[in-house]
């Protein structure tokens, strides 16, 4: 289960390599900020997996100094608000629907079980910045015109957020004895996530400029 586990990761960090490369590429050819913005998300998750990846196979144990990747995967989070900002053309309402509120108490919830584990600040920083990515790719989808090929990204980044507190979870508990891991499939999840984050993003470029 371990070799595969790093043959999963392995496939990921090509992924992302592949990823942030044709970002980087697609970015200095057209000057557009949606592939600036993507690139830098991919660039940064990038950083923060290799790190992680590079110590548990020269020391086989998680990171001491573990603020290293996280500081990438926060940054890796804010830059794709930044790019769900920046497609948006209408104007922010912020007091539009009260459901909305429930987002910071599952977030809020969430950090508070994963602090029997992790350090608080880290998660309360977490909470905040999975706030404000849940919050507009779920305003996003939700208010977004129909025709618009813009609902593709916003889908597939709500799915991010869903994967990625599933996966957080299924890291909190041992699967010792089961016959599929469930971390494990989360985690190949996760990189279809974000492999499909790249067409998504391409449609919102494509829809911009017609």
């Not at 057209?30 to 020391?59: D, K």
Request: overall charge negative; aromatic content about 20%; hydrophobic content about 50%.
């Amino acid at each position: 289960m371990f070799l595969i586990e790093q043959i999963e990761n392995v496939f990921q960090l090509v992924a992302l390599g592949i990823l942030t490369f044709l970002t980087i590429y697609r970015s200095v050819t057209t000057h557009n900020r949606i592939w600036g913005l993507l690139s830098m998300f991919y660039a940064t998750v990038t950083l923060g997996n290799l790190y992680w990846f590079l110590y548990m196979m020269f020391y086989q144990e998680t990171p001491f100094y573990d603020f290293i990747p996280d500081f990438c995967w926060m940054s890796s989070v804010l830059f794709m608000v930044v790019l769900l900002l920046q497609i948006r053309k209408t104007e922010w309402n912020w007091r539009e629907n009260k459901a909305y509120l429930l987002i910071p108490v599952f977030t809020f919830a969430m950090a508070l079980f994963y602090m029997r584990w992790g350090e608080y600040l880290s998660n309360i920083a977490y909470a905040i910045a999975m706030t404000i990515l849940l919050y507009c790719s779920l305003k996003g989808l939700f208010e977004v015109e129909k025709e618009s090929r813009k609902s593709t990204l916003y889908f597939v980044t709500t799915a991010y957020c869903v994967v990625e507190y599933c996966l957080w979870t299924a890291s909190c508990f041992s699967w010792e004895g089961f016959i599929v891991n469930p971390y494990l499939i989360l985690d190949i999840m996760l990189t279809l996530v974000y492999i499909a984050l790249y067409p998504a993003a391409g449609r919102v470029v494509r829809d911009e400029l017609h």
